[in-house]
């Protein structure tokens, strides 16, 4: 059973940058792709980023393609989102994910056993 947790959500102007962090408590993340969705106002909640157990594969939503950048530490049990050229539609509350037995390349929800209580990330305009 993994218990994640997220941190490093905040506000801030459009066009800046915030760091978010997830760290689990298993043995296993190592083995797990990992990932991070978000849910903004009034929206579902969507795919935004994964990698893979290893950090060797990573996945993007089109909308985040070339500003965030997903990245793990096995070591430290951590995945990280580095969000760069944040824009107000990035507001959302950020979600982390843990996926245990599937190869690398599923996004959808339900694939995912784990998950974290969020953090919100607002960007003003």
């Known amino acids: 059973q993994e218990q994640l947790v997220e941190s490093g959500g905040g506000l801030v102007q459009a066009g800046g940058s915030l760091r978010l962090s997830c760290t689990a408590s298993?043995?296993?993340?190592?083995?797990?792709?990992m990932a991070w969705f978000r849910q903004g106002p009034g929206k579902e909640r969507a795919f935004v980023a994964a990698?893979?157990?290893?950090?060797?594969?990573?996945n993007y939503a089109d909308s985040v393609k070339g500003r965030f950048t997903i990245s793990r530490d096995n070591a430290k049990n951590a995945v990280y989102l580095q969000m760069n050229s944040l824009k107000p539609e990035d507001t959302a509350v950020y979600y982390c994910?843990?996926?245990?037995?599937?190869?690398?390349?599923?996004?959808?929800?339900?694939?995912?056993?784990?998950w974290g209580q969020g953090t919100q990330v607002t960007v003003s305009s």
């Open positions: 994910a843990a996926d245990g037995r599937h190869h690398f390349g599923p996004t959808e929800m339900d694939v995912f056993d784990y």
């Open positions: 298993g043995s296993t993340f190592s083995t797990y792709t």
């Open positions: 990698i893979s157990w290893s950090g060797s594969n990573a």
